[in-house]
């Protein structure tokens, strides 16, 4: 039975991620104070009891952070337990604190957060089948024991299984860096490749085509040919409204009664967004309104595995900044098009008002070089707002009028969009396919490659004067391997939480991967075998070699691989 809502939970990892911005049931800081600036950069939550510090003793290290009924009850944000981690008060202060003292903390957490979840009732957040649990690598601090990251490590997330099979809970390790994300991956196929029963109950959820599309997309996201294109469902998870249910929440105010509302429903969006526009009086109050719906400030956990995804172009549809919180917690840096193609939002580089160059409140660069070029002073990734962005209301485009002054201002995106496609193979998940734009965008892509796949048929497209092995082969390879218009493979791949008859036949260029497998499933748990899926894509992605050279991870290291690191230049090793 492969139900994500049957059986027991699982365990999630998530690269280098900002553990306060990501949306969870329950999150575990490791610190005893909210006056940690590191943790609490802003200070307590307003309201919130701080257990006093005689509270944490050797058998009760982790304390729940108490806060009013509004904030602890279905509020937004996790609920925070503070840890006492600090190895000089441990019985047996360091270097010699044991690994066990370290992980009671990670045990006493899990325990504590499972009964006081079950105990009072609510749901798991945003909509999720399973109540969401998250914590650090507990221990690895610089006074702590960092010089046996490893060991930890491996012993955490043996830990962490343990817990998920005999829990109905799931569990993401939240990991703070390169090096340890590499030897958090390492140690999960170590774990799976020794355990049979641990590696076939990790994946269990998905089907056998499933797994193949994984391996699939990981195989080109490592050979640098996946690109992203995130819609509204994408979102969802850290309790976004989807695009008509936003619409419909909008209205509810300005509407006569629950007969005028049913019949608002059934308008397309582009009229729903027009009789909103006229009721608010004008665009920029329906704008502000849309901005002000879709502020929060914490991401999904599948917005934390899609940045931890080794791509370097991403198109989104979406107004809000979520992904962009995952992909600075994840300490990729980006530039936002079309407001900051010559900008990186690195930690060195931020905007006179101090805030990163990618992030909320960012200006545009005064002058900086078009998108994928090489002026974008060290940026890793691009992500193109197609339809605007809660920071530039004025941009975003709403109605069928927008839509249409869209097409003339727009045109230098659509561009980009339509290059995407033709040289790289673009992962959709959450987009419904109904954007009339990127209809146009993909007709025309379409044309164009079944008309350069004819003309290579016929002998006509070449290397070209002058060109060698350049421009023209690079298209022409790819229309014969991505345009299904022209016989080849897919030139992209569509993730589905449910099966949508017709949808092969409406876009036959595109593969359809639905994460329902056969029976039909409630949203929330094709929701979480999409958690699942990508979690697969990004392990098998992911790079397990940056961690080999450094001695603190010596704990993870294969006996093959131990004894080749000691000896291997580093060239040979990262490699």
Sequence with gaps: ???????????????????????????????????????????????????????????????????????????AGPQVWLAQLNSKFAPVPQPNTPLSWFLAAAEQFLTAAYADITASGEPPKNGRV?????????????KNAREVSGDILTALLGTLYAFASSSEMDVVLVVKSPRMFSAAQASRRQLAASDRELADRQWRALSRSQLSTARRLARLATAGQLALFLGAGASAGAGLPEWNQLLIDLARDKLSGEA???????????????????????PERLQAAVCAALQTSHHSLTHAL???????????????????????????????????PGWANSDEERDEDGTHAGGAGARASDGGVSAGGGGSRGAK???????????????????????????????ALTGIVQTMLITKHMLFVGFSLRDENFHKVATTVNKALAGHARAADAGVVGGGGGGGAGGGAAVSGRAAAGAAGAGGSPIGTVITLHYRPFLND??????????????????????????????RVSLLASTTSRHLLDANFDGTFSPQVRARAAWAPAAEVAK
């Design 306 to 340: 899609l940045a931890a995804l080794p791509v370097d172009g991403v198109v989104t549809t979406n107004y809000d900044d979520l992904f962009e919180t995952a992909c600075l917690g994840a300490q990729v840096s980006y530039n936002v098009l079309p407001y900051q």
């Design 1 to 75: 039975d492969r139900s994500p809502s049957r059986g027991l939970g699982d365990v999630y990892k998530r690269q280098q991620g900002d553990l306060r911005k990501l949306s969870a049931d329950a999150v575990l800081y490791p610190t005893r104070s909210t006056d940690n600036v590191l943790w609490f950069p802003d200070g307590a939550p307003p309201g919130a009891i701080a257990p006093p510090m005689d509270a944490f003793t050797e058998d009760e290290r982790v304390q729940k952070l108490h806060a009013p009924d509004e904030l602890a009850a279905g509020g």
């Design 506 to 535: 409406l876009w036959p260029q595109l593969a359809l991967v639905p994460m329902e497998d056969g029976d039909t499933l409630p949203q929330s748990d094709c929701a979480r075998t999409l958690e699942i899926f990508l979690d």
């Design 381 to 411: 990734r691009w992500i193109l707002k197609l339809h605007g962005c809660v920071h530039h209301p004025e941009d975003i485009v709403l109605t069928r009028t927008q839509m249409s002054e869209y097409s003339d201002r727009r045109q």
């Design 260 to 282: 005028e509302l049913a019949a608002f429903s059934r308008l397309s969006s582009l009229d729903q967004a027009l009789v909103l526009e006229r009721r608010l009086g004008g």
């Design 130 to 142: 399973r109540h969401l649990l998250a914590l650090p690598v507990v221990g690895t601090g610089a």
